[in-house]
């Protein structure tokens, strides 16, 4: 293998949004063009996945939109959720249980408020060999001093809690974004590890505010934050890997126009922009990218491959690996459903998705 070549085995995304309706039928198969070939599935639908049922009827739907993707499974944590519903989805391939704090991301209204009364959903999926996938943020509370910028911080108690309470249960601290996080889930036993997302890998504070398509929770935090972000990746650590957070919106959504949301009074109310940032259709050669930039090259295969599918159970086919060359590339700076026409459909009806690093350029593609 030459420089210009690099061959790594079959890579996993160990935290995908997918979706549902058109833009889930946009976005699936954007998940093999991006080289990977396992998707683990955040289940923050509208309503949120809760049952059993509901996951494998996701699972089974999105396996029919990008049939080379092995696609796998979550539940929404929520006070409905039972034990009994824990062994079930266990039983029939369900791998994990997502928790939202109520209300600090996209769709989490329905999220929880109290680690202890769901002792004994932990419990089951302990028992059943389940992860548990913690969104790791508390609320924002000017009384008690809680803003995005220490939310993660200040949510590290809930996890060193729990694992304390379940030592044996498998946790991931989603989406880490503080050297407090990294050092946090370093300290903590074999069974807590942490997904780390490409760009929080290249963004600070600077490069969202006022830029709504870098602007994600959690929030990319201080340069010292990237820093141990970047320390951990370029050291290999066995407990920390690639989980994306692609999260497509409609553009739209990310860029509402004074024009859209129609009179001055709509816009003064209904002004945000959503959280979430895409990546799944250039995530590897994203990754090789970045990694490259910081001297973690040498770690690539760790961090997309190895170090999640150990964690996770979830072994490489024998052979089955993905090879990236050294060429640049330019990001697109649109997707738009097939459904739409390029040229003569109106703009604004049109499915649109704006990538991260968009119109940038990227120094890896992935071979064919
Ligand atoms: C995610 C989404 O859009 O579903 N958004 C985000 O900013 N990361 C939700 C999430 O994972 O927090
Ligand atoms: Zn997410």
């Not at 639908?45 to 059993?52: C, Q, Y």
């Not at 029919?64 to 993707?69: M, N, R, V």
């Not at 769901?118 to 000017?142: C, I, R, T, W």
Request: charged share 20%; glycine share 6%; with cysteine.
């Amino acid at each position: 293998m030459g420089n210009d070549t690099l061959t790594i085995p079959s890579p996993a995304d160990f935290h995908v949004h997918l979706r549902q309706g058109e833009m889930s039928e946009l976005v699936a198969p954007h998940v093999a063009e991006g080289g990977i070939d396992l998707a683990y599935v955040m289940p923050n639908l509208v309503p949120p996945i809760t049952s059993a049922d509901q996951a494998n009827a996701y699972i089974q739907r999105l396996q029919e939109l990008a049939p080379k993707t092995k696609f796998l499974g979550t539940l929404y944590l929520h006070p409905e959720l039972t034990p009994e519903e824990i062994q079930r989805a266990a039983a029939s391939g369900v791998r994990g249980v997502k928790s939202y704090p109520r209300g600090v991301t996209t769709n989490s209204d329905s999220g929880i408020e109290d680690y202890e009364m769901y002792y004994p959903v932990f419990e089951a999926m302990q028992k059943n060999n389940m992860v548990l996938n913690l969104h790791g943020e508390v609320p924002s509370d000017e009384e008690k001093g809680i803003c995005v910028l220490n939310a993660e911080s200040r949510f590290l108690s809930h996890l060193e809690k729990i694992h304390q309470n379940f030592p044996k249960l498998r946790i991931v601290l989603e989406h880490a974004t503080t050297r407090a996080a990294v050092d946090c889930v370093r300290r903590l036993g074999e069974t807590v590890a942490c997904t780390i997302t490409p760009h929080h890998l290249d963004l600070i504070v600077d490069d969202w505010a006022g830029r709504p398509i870098n602007f994600c929770k959690p929030v990319a935090k201080l340069p010292d934050d990237r820093a141990a972000l970047r320390e951990i990746i370029r050291e290999g650590h066995p407990r920390f890997f690639l989980g994306s957070d692609s999260a497509p919106h409609p553009l739209a959504n990310k860029y509402p126009s004074a024009s859209s949301l129609g009179s001055a009074e709509a816009l003064v109310h209904n002004c945000g922009c959503a959280a979430g940032i895409y990546t799944s259709p250039i995530l590897l050669p994203l990754c090789a990218t970045l990694l490259e930039s910081f001297g973690a090259l040498d770690q690539l295969s760790k961090y997309v491959s190895e170090n999640g599918r150990r964690f996770y159970q979830e072994p490489a086919a024998n052979g089955k690996t993905v090879t990236l060359r050294r060429v640049n590339q330019q990001v697109p700076c649109v997707y738009v459903h097939p459904s739409y026409s390029a040229s003569s459909d109106d703009d604004s009806k049109k499915l649109q998705i704006v990538p991260f690093f968009a119109g940038k350029t990227l120094t890896w593609e992935l071979e064919q």
